[in-house]
């Protein structure tokens, strides 16, 4: 059977090149393997003040505890009586003020008019709310922050809950001198890659979807994926391009602490591009081909690659089972010690359906969204290895993966920033960890080494999937921590 691969995306809304606060929306790019999901006006940022019910109040200085204990009842009393609710005071603190607790919860208007009510009674000092505070831990500090302005924006790297905890592992490694290998539409320029990518090579044998005006040569760039309703044989509406592994290869490795754009899951790494997706997607033996290549074997007609890749993402994927061809290749690239890292696809169903999801010797990736459940579109079952954070931009386009796009329609145009999601967003979050484990390791880590360490450090979905998302949520702080394994 002979399969035509397409990228598993769904919305692509681009950022400014510099990151500015102002955003420009693009025409959303939808996956016909999924609903037709739209960017929505991000919800209303949380108010400055949150409701509170519990307020703490100083007393001027008194006798006793006693007194001070008793002139805050009373003032609770008395402003609870102003406001029409009931009040009562707690507790004393060891630093000697009073914690006093309403009835309910009280917003921001009204939780002023309580502690203006607080402070106007006889012998209050000071009257503040009792804010809830929560770990430091969940979002990282300074000292491992990089200073990536996008950084803060890639809850799918720090979230404690949601993501893949990033920061605990960039303390052991960040993937210097580890090869990974982008199998997909190619890579345009940008500031934020150029100084990372290796020569790779352009594996479409097909001239027209290649769209460069020859076959297979050693020009890598991306000539655009857009679509007309007729071209693909799809019907539907016209499809802009995607810069699909533009995307994928910065959540891969981009770099990092430079003051600009994002961070990479391993920022150290290089990225070794091979086209092997154009107009209409691609052919299943050019994803195999690629495969091949990348990891340092032969293929016919082609120059050896002279930088094989110890990790291939495969953010790809084509319905039926997994042919004889495309798992000789996976066979390969594992002898090879290259670790295949790949989707599980965005059809809500088995990934058993789904090639190269189905195949052996690949470490198969499902998605999650922004609360660590799976995401609605993300393939699950038997054949899922684990989890990563794939973004879901239902109610905020901000939900999505933010990683490296360009502004350009159809062809190349200026450097840019997009928020996407899908398990091919996911995928290159388990790649960057691989690619960590393997500079970590060295030569002697093998896929096999990788894929179990990758299994026995994931934890469980904040949100339980009955469907079977594998192992769990990666942690890459965990995957990392050998302790006395060494």
């Known amino acids: 059977m002979t399969h035509r691969f397409s990228p598993r995306t769904v919305v692509a809304i681009a950022l400014a090149a510099v990151l500015a606060n102002t955003t420009l929306a693009l025409p959303a790019r939808a996956d016909g393997g999924l609903d037709n999901i739209r960017p929505t006006p991000p919800r209303a940022a949380p108010a400055a003040s949150p409701a509170t019910d519990q307020f703490i109040v100083g007393i001027h200085g008194g006798p006793g505890i006693g007194s001070e204990a008793a002139a805050t009842s009373e003032a609770a009393r008395m402003a609870a009586g102003r406001v029409g609710i009931a009040a009562q005071n707690v507790k004393g603190t060891a630093a000697g003020a009073q914690v006093v607790k309403t009835s309910r919860p009280l917003p921001g208007a009204e939780a002023e008019a309580f502690l203006a009510a607080l402070r106007s009674a006889p012998g209050v000092a000071y009257a503040e709310p009792d804010i809830r505070m929560y770990p430091a831990s969940e979002v990282p500090s300074d000292a491992e922050a990089p200073n990536d302005p996008g950084y803060p924006a890639q809850w799918n790297l720090w979230?404690?809950?949601?993501?893949?905890?990033?920061?605990?592992?960039?303390?052991?490694?960040?993937?210097?001198?580890?090869?990974?290998?982008?199998?997909?539409?190619?890579?345009?320029?940008?500031?934020?890659?150029?100084?990372?990518?290796?020569?790779?090579?352009?594996?479409?044998?097909?001239?027209?979807?290649?769209?460069?005006?020859?076959?297979?040569?050693?020009?890598?760039?991306?000539?655009?994926?857009?679509?007309?309703a007729e071209l693909?044989?799809?019907?539907?509406?016209?499809?802009?391009?995607?810069?699909?592994?533009?995307?994928?290869?910065?959540?891969?490795?981009?770099?990092?602490?430079?003051?600009?754009?994002?961070?990479?899951?391993?920022p150290e790494a290089r990225l070794l591009p091979v086209r092997?997706?154009?107009?209409?997607?691609?052919?299943?033996?050019?994803?195999?081909?690629?495969?091949?290549?990348?990891?340092?074997?032969?293929?016919?007609?082609?120059?050896?690659?002279?930088?094989?890749?110890?990790?291939?993402?495969?953010?790809?994927?084509?319905d039926g089972p997994c042919s004889a061809m495309m798992q000789n290749a996976i066979n390969a690239a594992n002898k090879a010690g290259a670790a295949v890292v790949v989707a599980a696809g965005n059809a809500n169903r088995p990934a058993s359906g789904m090639s190269p999801a189905n195949c052996k010797k690949v470490i198969t990736v499902a998605a999650a969204g922004p609360t660590g459940a799976r995401a609605s579109y993300s393939n699950y079952g038997d054949d899922v290895d684990v989890t990563a954070p794939g973004g879901d931009i239902t109610s905020q386009f901000t939900e999505g993966i933010l990683s490296t796009s360009n502004f350009g329609a159809t062809t190349p145009g200026l450097e840019a920033y997009a928020f996407m999601q899908g398990t091919s967003m996911a995928t290159p979050h388990v790649a960057g960890i691989a690619a960590l484990l393997m500079s970590e390791k060295g030569s002697s880590y093998t896929p096999k080494m990788v894929e179990e360490r990758l299994e026995s450090t994931a934890r469980r979905l904040p949100v339980d999937c009955p469907e079977d998302c594998g192992h769990g949520l990666v942690d890459a702080a965990?995957?990392?921590?050998?302790?006395?394994?060494d």
Not at 245 to 254: L, M, P, Q, R, S
């Open 159 to 228: 979230d404690r809950a949601a993501g893949i905890r990033i920061p605990g592992a960039w303390k052991v490694n960040r993937g210097e001198g580890t090869v990974v290998a982008v199998v997909d539409t190619g890579i345009t320029s940008h500031s934020e890659l150029d100084s990372q990518v290796l020569p790779g090579y352009d594996m479409i044998i097909d001239a027209a979807s290649a769209r460069d005006g020859d076959g297979r040569d050693a020009n890598p760039q991306d000539e655009g994926d857009w679509f007309t």
């Open 232 to 266: 693909c044989g799809m019907g539907g509406e016209d499809g802009m391009s995607s810069w699909h592994g533009t995307h994928v290869a910065g959540t891969i490795a981009a770099v990092a602490n430079n003051n600009d754009g994002i961070a990479g899951v391993a």
């Open 276 to 318: 092997a997706l154009g107009a209409c997607g691609g052919y299943e033996s050019d994803v195999a081909d690629s495969i091949v290549w990348a990891a340092g074997g032969q293929v016919a007609g082609l120059p050896v690659n002279p930088n094989p890749a110890r990790v291939i993402n495969l953010s790809v994927g084509g």
């Open 478 to 485: 965990k995957a990392l921590d050998f302790g006395d394994d």
